[in-house]
T-cell receptor, first 116, second 113 residues
Framework: EAGVAQSPRYKIIEKRQSVAFWCNPISGHATLYWYQQILGQGPKLLIQFQNNGVVDDSQLPKDRFSAERLKGVDSTLKIQPAKLEDSAVYLC??????????????FGEGSWLTVV | GDSVTQMEGPVTLSEEAFLTINCTYTATGYPSLFWYVQYPGEGLQLLLKATKADDKGSNKGFEATYRKETTSFHLEKGSVQVSDSAVYFCALIPSGGYQKVTFGTGTKLQVIP
């Protein structure tokens, strides 16, 4: 079974530039998550999709971050304009649908962003 | 709201030592509990999980038991190896509703030869 795919793996940009990350979840998984992980900290949920609807985006800085999930499958996370404090790993994850407790959440390798 | 508390690291052990990483949680009902591991430069990998009280999750020599009475899910391994050096995250998913994951802050483990 293919895992969660993310690209690019690494990106270096200057502040005020824009960047986009792409995620392809595991086939058939209805729930898709984007997390931000700053070095030395635990992952922080940015946005959670159920199919192509947003379930939770309460911690997404909407003035600069946006995300969409095309046709309930792939997803893109965009940052525009980037700030130095956005330097982090952006983790995409997916899990099966239904909301049943116990379903495992599977993570991609992450997209490592450095803003200089 | 839900929360997960892990022991602070870093934890430094000699090879073949016994490992315990404490994790306690606060949640209503019966959440599912997970341990994830993150090796340097990689994403999070599921290590083990338990979905109901008294369940024991195990994988690669690691074990954790879901203790409802103490709201704990401590990670243990009898004999650590250098290759176990990583950051370990305890996490929970509440019962019912959408699967919002709550993570602990992570515990860095360093195993020295």
């Amino acid at each position: 079974e293919a895992g969660v795919a993310q690209s690019p793996r690494y990106k270096i940009i200057e502040k005020r530039q824009s960047v986009a990350f792409w995620c392809n979840p595991i086939s058939g998984h209805a729930t898709l998550y984007w997390y931000q992980q700053i070095l030395g900290q635990g992952p922080k949920l940015l946005i959670q999709f159920q199919n192509n609807g947003v379930v939770d985006d309460s911690q997404l800085p909407k003035d600069r971050f946006s995300a969409e999930r095309l046709k309930g499958v792939d997803s893109t996370l965009k940052i525009q304009p980037a700030k130095l404090e956005d330097s982090a790993v952006y983790l995409c994850a997916s899990s099966p649908s239904g909301g049943a407790s116990g379903n495992t959440i599977y993570f991609g390798e992450g997209s490592w962003l450095t803003v200089v | 709201g839900d929360s997960v508390t892990q022991m602070e690291g870093p934890v430094t052990l000699s090879e073949e030592a016994f490992l315990t990483i404490n994790c306690t949680y606060t949640a209503t009902g019966y959440p599912s509990l997970f341990w994830y591991v993150q090796y340097p430069g990689e994403g999070l990998q599921l290590l083990l999980k338990a979905t109901k009280a008294d369940d024991k999750g195990s994988n690669k020599g690691f074990e954790a038991t879901y203790r409802k009475e103490t709201t704990s899910f401590h990670l243990e391994k009898g004999s650590v190896q250098v290759s176990d050096s990583a950051v370990y995250f305890c996490a929970l998913i509440p019962s019912g509703g959408y699967q919002k994951v709550t993570f602990g802050t992570g515990t860095k483990l360093q195993v020295i030869p």
